[in-house]
């Protein structure tokens, strides 16, 4: 997977990971870091004023099409974290890098990308360009 890009278009939270999100090792599921990702994409959604209800609004869904995590290094309970996420590209689909850092340290956890595509609601068909609102959202429409 290649280093993710910084943009413009960005977004941090800080959390602390909680003792449902861990395994039986005691470290977090590898399955929780797609919830992890989904925190700091609704964070930088709401950032640039297009999240998942201003998208069903304007007449598109953004699914999902495309998800890659690679695992660096385990977080476990008690653990601050920072989640960041960039947008990377928007002209035909909705691309996000993400980093997964401890917050004190910086150290690297988990580096991941994802993929997203408007699909027109009232024809459930795929735009192969992005809609023009996402262009306005992001302030270069």
């Known amino acids: 997977m290649r280093k993710a890009k910084e943009s413009r278009w960005f977004a941090e939270v800080d959390m602390e990971v909680q003792f449902f999100d861990l395994d039986p090792m005691e470290i977090v599921w590898h399955g929780n870091y797609v919830k992890y990702l989904e925190v700091v994409r609704c964070a930088l959604l709401d950032k640039i004023g297009y999240n998942y209800p201003q998208m069903k609004a304007s007449g598109y869904a953004w699914p999902v099409i495309d998800m890659h995590l690679r695992y660096v290094a385990p977080a476990t309970f008690g653990q601050k974290i920072r989640l960041r996420a960039d947008i990377v590209e928007w002209e035909n689909c909705l691309k996000i890098d993400y980093l997964i850092t401890d917050a004190a340290s910086g150290k690297r956890l988990n580096r991941a990308t994802t993929t997203m595509v408007a699909v027109n609601i009232a024809t459930n068909e795929?735009?192969?360009?992005?809609?023009?609102?996402?262009?306005?959202?992001?302030?270069?429409?």
């Open 126 to 141: 795929m735009c192969y360009v992005s809609p023009p609102v996402l262009m306005k959202k992001l302030g270069i429409a």
